[in-house]
Every structure is written in structure tokens, then in C-alpha cells.
């Protein structure tokens, strides 16, 4: 399934943090900030500092940290 981003904004981050597998952080500004994680990938194009917009896909849903371990 597609992630997309849920507002406009700055990519603060792109990284593998532990449990939390892939993550993508977008700062929104006035202090709020949206996490996506445990993605199966990113968007290659998607990197720290990059501008996105509402809706613009960021990655992919997968399994990804702890998640990857988790029985269906």
C-alpha cells in the first residue's frame, strides 16, 4: 500500500530507527511534525530537506523493525 504524506511540508528525516524500522519525519511547521514507520521502502526521490506536498507518496506499507517478526 502507498503512504502518502498527510500535509505539506519539510522531510526532517530518513532513516532506520530500531523497532520503528524505516521511518520518514515531515515538519509542518508550527510545531507539528507527522512519523511514518515501519515502511518497506521510501520513495528513492525522498530525501532530508526535500520539500513534499499534501498527498505526495512517500513510501511504501510494509514490516519493517519489530513489525517484520509479527505473525498475521
Known amino acids: 500500500f502507498e503512504v502518502y504524506a ?3 511540508g519539510v522531510v ?15 515538519d509542518h511547521g508550527f510545531g507539528l511534525v507527522s512519523v ?7 520513495v528513492n526521490d525522498i530525501d532530508a530537506g526535500d520539500r513534499v506536498h499534501r498527498s505526495q507518496i512517500i513510501g511504501h ?6 513489525a517484520r517478526n509479527t505473525q498475521l
Open 6 to 8: 498527510v500535509s505539506g
Open 61 to 66: 506499507a510494509g514490516r519493517s523493525g519489530l
Open 12 to 26: 526532517g528525516f530518513v532513516d532506520n530507527v530500531g523497532t520503528f524500522g524505516r521511518v520518514v519525519g515531515i
Open 36 to 42: 511514518y514507520g515501519r515502511l518497506a521502502d521510501v
